[in-house]
C-alpha cells in the first residue's frame, strides 16, 4: 500500500506526514468491535463447559476483529449482579439462551434459532441436546460445537437469516466443518467480518 505523501526513503526519519498515517493506519487495523452477549444457561452446563465455549464463540469471530464480551445472565458463572442482566438492551448487546430440550418444530437436528430479520436481531436459542447428539456423530468435543453453536446465532443477529456456502454461516455443517471446528479454524468469511464489524460500528456511533 502507498501512502499519500510519503516519498520512499533509506534512512531513519520518517516525514510528519508519514508518521502521521503510519499512526493511523496502525490504530485503524487494531481497532476492534465488541458484541455483548448476555448468555442465559438453562441447561446445567460446567464451568468448564462454559469457558471452553466462550472460548470457542471468540475463535469463530476473533479474525473479524469483533471482540466478545460475555454477561453470564444465569448458569454457573452467572457471578454478575442481577441487575446488569435486567438493563436495556443497548445496539451491539443480544441475548442468548441455552435450553435443555429442542427445538418446538419437528426437526429435532435443530441446533439453533435466532429471532431475527433482515437487519439483524436481539435474541438466540441454541438447543443443547441437539449439539451434543451433532457433536457424538462428527466426534468433535460438545463444548466447542456448542460455542460455534453460539457463535452461528450471533452471526445471524448481526447479519440476518441468511445462510452462506460456506465458513461459520454455512446452513448446514459438514464433516470438513466439523474438522475446522475442531481446530478452532472456522470464521465468518472476510465479507461477512466487514459486514458484521461495520453494523457494530454503526450502532455504537449512533449512542
Known sequence: MEIPGCLPQFGAMESPVCLSWILWLASASCSAQTLVIGLYDYSDLSAKETTRLTEAADHAFGHSGIHLVWRHCRGVLAVTPETACQEEIQGNEIVVRLQPGGPPSSNQDTMGSAVVNAEGGTYATVFVPA??????????????LLGYAVAH?????????????????????????????SRLSLHLTKQEGRKAAAILGSVVSKE
Open 131 to 144: 449439539v451434543r447428539a451433532q457433536a457424538a456423530g462428527f466426534g468433535v468435543a460438545f463444548d466447542i
Open 153 to 181: 446465532e450471533a452471526g445471524h443477529c448481526l447479519l440476518g437469516p441468511g445462510h452462506a456456502n460456506a465458513g461459520l454461516m454455512r446452513g448446514t455443517w459438514n464433516r470438513k466443518d466439523a474438522g475446522e471446528i
